[in-house]
């Protein structure tokens, strides 16, 4: 279930640290996991006899973002936090990744920059219908202004 080599591959995260499979989670989180692997696996409104019910239920379900926001939410958080702690100096794993080439240079450099946006700032941010990308956090880090094309749409800012 887990895309952590897409992630590594894709240059999102760096190469997992040893020990990361027997990390220990927060029980909220292993239980939020356990809620959505529930949803999942089972499909309630498969048994329903009104096939119109059934629709509507999908339809609303497929319209909702409201868990997709709460987990970016809860990703960025956890992309600061790496930041914060990488702000506290090179140490332990972090220094083994450093040393060995593991960890991209640059993701670690935005997740420093991430963990540099004042506390109620990146808040603020998050709070935001949809969730800010990490895109968005380093502009707001570096002070960037917003880069729009002739439609409108948001340009690509590359940091690195």
């Given at each position: 279930?887990?895309?952590?080599?897409?992630?590594?591959?894709?240059g999102?995260?760096p190469?997992?640290?040893?020990?990361w499979?027997?990390?220990t989670?927060p029980?909220?989180?292993?239980r939020?996991?356990?809620?959505l692997?529930l949803?999942?696996?089972y499909?309630?409104?498969?048994e329903?006899i009104?096939?119109?019910?059934?629709f509507?239920s999908?339809?609303?379900?497929?319209?909702?973002?409201t868990l997709i926001?709460?987990?970016?939410?809860?990703r960025?958080?956890?992309?600061?936090r790496?930041?914060e702690?990488?702000?506290?100096?090179?140490?332990?794993?972090?220094?083994?990744?450093?040393?060995?080439?593991?960890?991209?240079?640059g993701?670690?450099?935005?997740w420093?920059?991430?963990?540099?946006?004042?506390?109620?700032?990146?808040?603020?941010?998050?709070?935001a219908?949809?969730?800010p990308?990490i895109?968005?956090?380093?502009?707001v880090?570096?002070?960037a202004?917003?880069?729009?094309?002739?439609?409108?749409?948001p340009q690509?800012l590359?940091?690195?």
């Amino acid at each position: 279930m887990s895309d952590l080599g897409t992630d590594i591959q894709a240059g999102m995260l760096p190469p997992a640290p040893a020990g990361w499979e027997v990390a220990t989670l927060p029980s909220l989180y292993e239980r939020a996991r356990e809620a959505l692997r529930l949803c999942d696996s089972y499909d309630e409104c498969a048994e329903w006899i009104r096939r119109a019910e059934a629709f509507a239920s999908y339809y609303r379900q497929a319209a909702d973002k409201t868990l997709i926001h709460l987990a970016q939410r809860i990703r960025l958080r956890a992309i600061r936090r790496c930041g914060e702690l990488i702000l506290d100096g090179p140490h332990g794993t972090l220094q083994r990744m450093l040393d060995r080439g593991e960890a991209s240079s640059g993701t670690l450099r935005s997740w420093r920059e991430i963990a540099k946006i004042p506390g109620k700032r990146f808040e603020r941010e998050l709070d935001a219908s949809p969730p800010p990308s990490i895109l968005r956090l380093l502009r707001v880090a570096v002070g960037a202004p917003e880069f729009t094309s002739k439609r409108g749409a948001p340009q690509k800012l590359f940091f690195g």
